[in-house]
């Protein structure tokens, strides 16, 4: 059943009458003239009224980098976000990269807490599912709009891009972007549904972790991306039996050994890929392995952040892995030409802003 946002305090709310002022934990906000509302229903199935042109976006709190992500491929967007959450992962933020006004906005450590939102004035928090009970409730509470999004599989992008254009009032670049994914989502899996299960090579992607001295290797879920990117991409995940719990689950090499797959997808998210991959292949305990035996064993491409994440950046990794899996399907493919074609759709770059702000952070097998 839908619950409504009816929580109204205009104290804390921005939508309040032009001849009063509001003050946020002593800072005083300039009267707004009265907006006019829209209803949403958000990835909680939580209708939810919002001002019908928001102009003060934070989003905020862990997985950040999904949602701004989303946020910036909207053209009209960037310029009202007012505050954001730090991105650390990988070659640093590319929303930073990307926005000249970045500076400008409030910056947010992941531990935020919801006086700091409230500071900052918002008129829409956006926030991910599993946000809602640390941070998104004590906003709600202060009668802040607050709207949910997962961006964790396909099927939610195209869901929870489309409910962003109509809370962004954005529809038709919603609907387009809707498109994009749906349609490359779909030329790949036409391609491999067409293949032979005893073509599909056995595939193990494999994040390799690492904190102070300590190293571990890791696999995801079965209903995480990263399975779905291998099965979509005509492979046969090897690990899918042995993975109980919601999260990455930490692998031995006499495990890897014994699964012995023929194609090893190596994910590093901190750690450059390429010199991982190289310490490994020269590592005794490592050498006789199929797949490094055959050349199979290779680094899985990123550029601000790795393709193989429930980032925009899924979509690549799609791409990417089903060329790796079967050359023969998709010839001509290379990680770089996928990734020029990707970022001038969704953030409209040209050759030279890619050549500059992105060329530079690619690593992984992506020519």
Same mark, same amino acid.
């Given at each position: 059943?839908?619950?409504?946002?009816?929580?109204?305090?205009?104290?804390?709310?921005?939508?309040?009458?032009?001849?009063?002022?509001?003050?946020?934990?002593?800072?005083?906000?300039?009267?707004?003239?009265?907006?006019?509302?829209?209803?949403?229903?958000?990835?909680?199935?939580?209708?939810?009224?919002?001002?019908?042109?928001?102009?003060?976006?934070?989003?905020?709190?862990?997985?950040?980098?999904?949602?701004?992500?989303?946020?910036?491929?909207?053209?009209?967007?960037?310029?009202?976000?007012?505050?954001? $959450? +730090? &991105?650390?992962?990988?070659?640093?933020?590319?929303?930073?990269? =990307?926005?000249? !006004?970045? @500076?400008?906005?409030?910056?947010?450590?992941?531990?935020?807490?919801?006086?700091?939102?409230?500071?900052?004035?918002?008129?829409?928090?956006?926030?991910?599912?599993?946000?809602?009970?640390?941070?998104?409730?004590?906003?709600?509470?202060?009668?802040?709009?607050?709207?949910?999004?997962?961006?964790?599989?396909?099927?939610?992008?195209?869901?929870?891009?489309?409910?962003?254009?109509?809370?962004?009032?954005?529809?038709?670049?919603?609907?387009?972007?809707?498109?994009?994914?749906?349609?490359?989502?779909?030329?790949?899996?036409?391609?491999? $549904? +067409? &293949?032979?299960?005893?073509?599909?090579?056995?595939?193990?992607? =494999?994040?390799? !972790?690492? @904190?102070?001295?300590?190293?571990?290797?890791?696999?995801?879920?079965?209903?995480?991306?990263?399975?779905?990117?291998?099965?979509?991409?005509?492979?046969?995940?090897?690990?899918?039996?042995?993975?109980?719990?919601?999260?990455?689950?930490?692998?031995?090499?006499?495990?890897?050994?014994?699964?012995?797959?023929?194609?090893?997808?190596?994910?590093?998210?901190?750690?450059?890929?390429?010199?991982?991959?190289?310490?490994?292949?020269?590592?005794?305990?490592?050498?006789?392995?199929?797949?490094?035996?055959?050349?199979?064993?290779?680094?899985?491409?990123?550029?601000?952040?790795?393709?193989?994440?429930?980032?925009?950046?899924?979509?690549?990794?799609?791409?990417?892995?089903?060329?790796?899996?079967?050359?023969?399907?998709?010839?001509?493919?290379?990680?770089?030409?996928?990734?020029?074609?990707?970022?001038?759709?969704?953030?409209?770059?040209?050759?030279?802003?890619?050549?500059?702000?992105?060329?530079?952070?690619?690593?992984?097998?992506?020519?």
């Amino acid at each position: 059943m839908r619950q409504r946002n009816d929580s109204k305090q205009p104290y804390f709310r921005l939508l309040v009458a032009t001849t009063m002022a509001v003050v946020f934990l002593g800072t005083t906000v300039l009267p707004l003239a009265a907006a006019e509302e829209r209803t949403v229903v958000d990835a909680l199935d939580r209708s939810v009224q919002i001002p019908s042109d928001p102009q003060r976006i934070v989003t905020a709190g862990r997985a950040v980098l999904m949602i701004a992500d989303v946020l910036y491929a909207f053209p009209g967007v960037p310029d009202r976000i007012v505050g954001i $959450g +730090r &991105i650390s992962q990988g070659a640093g933020s590319f929303p930073q990269a =990307l926005d000249p !006004r970045f @500076s400008e906005k409030t910056l947010f450590e992941r531990n935020v807490g919801p006086e700091q939102i409230v500071a900052a004035a918002p008129d829409l928090v956006i926030l991910k599912t599993f946000m809602r009970d640390s941070l998104g409730r004590p906003l709600e509470q202060l009668g802040i709009p607050v709207l949910y999004v997962e961006l964790e599989t396909p099927e939610q992008y195209e869901r929870d891009i489309a409910l962003l254009g109509t809370a962004l009032g954005e529809t038709e670049r919603a609907q387009e972007l809707v498109h994009y994914f749906k349609t490359n989502r779909e030329k790949i899996e036409t391609t491999t $549904g +067409r &293949i032979a299960e005893s073509e599909k090579p056995s595939t193990l992607l =494999l994040y390799y !972790r690492s @904190s102070g001295n300590d190293v571990s290797f890791q696999v995801p879920p079965r209903s995480w991306i990263q399975t779905q990117i291998v099965l979509s991409a005509g492979g046969k995940p090897v690990w899918t039996k042995a993975v109980t719990g919601n999260g990455w689950q930490t692998v031995g090499l006499e495990q890897i050994a014994a699964w012995d797959p023929e194609v090893i997808l190596l994910v590093a998210y901190n750690d450059n890929p390429d010199e991982i991959r190289d310490r490994l292949i020269m590592d005794p305990n490592w050498e006789a392995l199929k797949a490094i035996r055959s050349g199979s064993f290779v680094a899985f491409p990123g550029d601000y952040y790795s393709w193989d994440q429930p980032d925009t950046r899924w979509i690549l990794g799609l791409q990417w892995t089903a060329a790796q899996l079967h050359p023969d399907q998709f010839p001509g493919f290379t990680g770089r030409k996928a990734a020029q074609a990707f970022f001038s759709e969704l953030y409209g770059m040209d050759g030279g802003t890619f050549e500059r702000i992105i060329v530079p952070t690619l690593t992984g097998a992506v020519d």
